[in-house]
């Protein structure tokens, strides 16, 4: 018997499973959100066991068929970056709540996990903070490599700090655990002056 949870999740893994982009990670070739995804799922059983079930959604959800609204669609300026950001909090909890909604939740389950795809309350929510860590730790260690390969270093400074200053004390204390390359370490100690 399938609890609407197991559902739930199949569905987001169904979804997610049908990006066209594709990530390879230690050798194999993955959909990229689906390996998203999944390492969001992973880092958030890791860094707080107890999360209830919907942050659980809200995690495994964040970016669900994010593929289907480009960047390339908005202006390739700040405003058109935050309009696309908004847009994106948006259908990701539209589409999440669709499958919520099939896999049998109530009313009040679908909505809190909207509340914390869409990122609501931050900093005064706690499960919403939970998610933000979980964001910002996954982006550190799988995602800044990238990053670093594209942008200035003054530029990449600004972003580590912004992504600092999201987390709570403890996601900081989890950040400085992770195992990065010796030039992102040092880039990560300089934007932070430590």
Known sequence: MTTPFQQACQWIDAEN???????????ISF???LLYSNRMTEK???FCPSASEEVQIAAKAQHICRWKIAR?????DRVGYLKWREDLKKFHAKTTASILEKAGYDETFIARVSFLIEKKLLKKDAETQLLEDVICLVFLEFYLE???EKHDREKLKNIILKTWNKMSEKGQQAALKINYSEANLELIKEA???
């Open 17 to 27: 499973a049908q990006d066209p982009n594709i990530e390879i990670h230690e050798s």
């Open 31 to 33: 959909p990229k959100e």
């Open 44 to 46: 958030l059983m890791d």
């Open 72 to 76: 390339e669609s908005y202006p390739m």
């Open 146 to 148: 990238p990053f670093v």
């Open 192 to 194: 932070l002056g430590l």
